[in-house]
């Protein structure tokens, strides 16, 4: 695990949500460090998704969400000065069930650069061999590349949507529960790429698998009843929080 401090890449001031009427987040403040991996952690319903999907402007399509505060992606408003298309090119996004779209498992991957403009067949190969590769699954599946990606097991998909995503090559990659649906061994394969891709990019994950985020992060962030209780090295996180409601959450006794 890397130790050492990167650059603030997403700087979060004051940050309120609400659906309608309802509070879901409140007085959130934090900085999410260049090529670090980012996890928060929490019990069911406690705003992990809602936070995430800020990230790369998911709640625009969503009725009724509002928030007040800030949200700055390399020093500038990812909602005020920046256009959703623009933020969603720089920070991916990988969800809990694979989400593919129809067409062949190359085309999946070529999306991002097809709607970037490249169209020479040569590059286009280039560019879905390469993040076949980072992900672990060119092998598996070099032999069957025009064909629907539905035949793939649930965690090749999962690692297809990595590597769709990364074809973008983003700055920031979101991982809401990305192993929400796997087995313990494809699990393990979407773990191990995620700390090697954070060489690369920085990281946010969210996750209601305590271990999960102790084995992955280097920095954590437990929410609960709407706020950020706690955030910081995940191994002190981990072995030495500082708010009792921590301790209960990561020792198990809550949530
Ligand atoms: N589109 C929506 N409209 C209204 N309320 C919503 C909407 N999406 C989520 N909520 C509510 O906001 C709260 C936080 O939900 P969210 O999905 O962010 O929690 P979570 O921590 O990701 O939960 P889980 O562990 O189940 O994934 C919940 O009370 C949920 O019912
Ligand atoms: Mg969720």
Known sequence: MKTEKGQPILNIRNLNIWYGDKGILSSLSFEVQEKQVTAFIGPANCGKSTLVRCFNRLNDFTPN?????EILFKGSSLYAEQDATTVRKQIGMVFRR???FRGSIHENVAYAARISNVSRTSELNAIVEKNLRRT???NEVEGILDETPVQLSTGQQQLLCVARALAAEPEVLIFDEPCGELDPIETVKIETLMRELANDCTLIFATNKRRQAARVSDVAGFLYGGELIEFGA???IFTNPQDSRTEQYVTGRMG
Do not use: I, V
């Open 136 to 138: 672990g699954l060119w």
């Open 65 to 69: 969400f509002k928030f007040t505060g």
């Open 234 to 236: 995940t191994e002190k």
């Open 98 to 100: 694979p989400t593919l």
